[in-house]
């Protein structure tokens, strides 16, 4: 199995491209939640958390090391994961016909999505970072189908305390909702968001899990509320012509 090293230096960070009216991201951060220990610590906290479901739903992680780029470069903090390729989330959806109606074809890699972050969840982790680029969909290792594998928990935080104080003193009904608006942000990207006509492949996707899942714990206790968000929007239509006699 091919391994890859991710190591924690900014040098490597892929350029993020500003949104209007901001500066460009900085090459460096010296914020004390951006060092490349805390960046390794909490990513190989996520993977313990999530131990029972590497080479399934996530790499592999095979440890955190201290490694140099370069006999000159200092020692930055990295970890050993499996490698993972396949495709985007995006280009599998697009590829299933996600962005034409009546195609139900994506229906199961979106599935994959809501059910994954659900066990990611219950594993442990939230604040998932739930991005195209951070999704891949892979043959699974017998070659009979495909799955999901979910990438990059540096900036991932704990979801399981051990009593509800705790929990809400660490936001984490706060961090959960936003994984589920990252989510319905990717569904409505892989549908087309412009038209009413895009916002009802949504939609119709949302009528189909309701119907096929609608009694399983994972949306009862924590999907319904996302489901609700993927409602198309409400359109002003403005004030109707009059005709002319």
């Given at each position: 199995m091919d391994v890859v090293l991710k190591v924690y230096t900014w040098k490597f960070f892929p350029n993020i491209e500003s949104l209007p009216g901001f500066t460009s991201s900085p090459k460096t951060s010296s914020g004390p939640n951006s060092t490349e220990q805390l960046l390794a610590w909490t990513e190989s906290s996520a993977y313990k958390n999530m131990s029972s479901l590497q080479g399934e739903m996530v790499p592999i992680f095979y440890g955190a090391y201290l490694v140099k780029t370069t006999e000159e470069d200092d020692a930055h903090f990295a970890v050993a994961l499996s490698h993972i390729g396949g495709v985007s989330f995006l280009e599998r959806c697009n590829a299933?016909?996600?962005?034409?109606?009546?195609?139900?074809?994506?229906?199961?890699?979106?599935?994959?999505l809501l059910k994954g972050v659900y066990t990611l969840h219950q594993s442990g982790v939230?604040?998932?970072d739930v991005r195209n680029d951070n999704l891949r969909i892979v043959q699974t290792p017998d070659g009979s189908t495909e799955c999901m594998m979910f990438l990059d928990f540096a900036f991932s935080s704990p979801s399981s305390f051990?009593?509800?104080?705790?929990?809400?003193?660490?936001?984490?009904?706060?961090?959960?909702?936003?994984?589920?608006?990252?989510?319905?942000?990717?569904?409505?990207?892989?549908?087309?968001?412009a038209t009413p006509e895009e916002e009802s492949r949504s939609w119709s996707f949302v009528q189909w899990v309701r119907d096929e899942f609608g009694e399983e714990?994972?949306?009862?206790?924590?999907?319904?509320?996302?489901?609700e968000m993927l409602k198309p929007r409400e359109r002003n239509k403005?004030?109707?012509?009059k005709r002319g006699p």
């Amino acid at each position: 199995m091919d391994v890859v090293l991710k190591v924690y230096t900014w040098k490597f960070f892929p350029n993020i491209e500003s949104l209007p009216g901001f500066t460009s991201s900085p090459k460096t951060s010296s914020g004390p939640n951006s060092t490349e220990q805390l960046l390794a610590w909490t990513e190989s906290s996520a993977y313990k958390n999530m131990s029972s479901l590497q080479g399934e739903m996530v790499p592999i992680f095979y440890g955190a090391y201290l490694v140099k780029t370069t006999e000159e470069d200092d020692a930055h903090f990295a970890v050993a994961l499996s490698h993972i390729g396949g495709v985007s989330f995006l280009e599998r959806c697009n590829a299933l016909g996600s962005n034409t109606t009546n195609d139900l074809r994506w229906y199961p890699v979106a599935l994959w999505l809501l059910k994954g972050v659900y066990t990611l969840h219950q594993s442990g982790v939230r604040d998932l970072d739930v991005r195209n680029d951070n999704l891949r969909i892979v043959q699974t290792p017998d070659g009979s189908t495909e799955c999901m594998m979910f990438l990059d928990f540096a900036f991932s935080s704990p979801s399981s305390f051990e009593n509800r104080a705790q929990a809400e003193a660490h936001t984490v009904d706060v961090a959960i909702a936003h994984d589920s608006q990252e989510i319905c942000a990717l569904i409505h990207k892989a549908n087309g968001w412009a038209t009413p006509e895009e916002e009802s492949r949504s939609w119709s996707f949302v009528q189909w899990v309701r119907d096929e899942f609608g009694e399983e714990t994972w949306v009862k206790e924590w999907a319904s509320d996302l489901l609700e968000m993927l409602k198309p929007r409400e359109r002003n239509k403005g004030p109707r012509r009059k005709r002319g006699p």
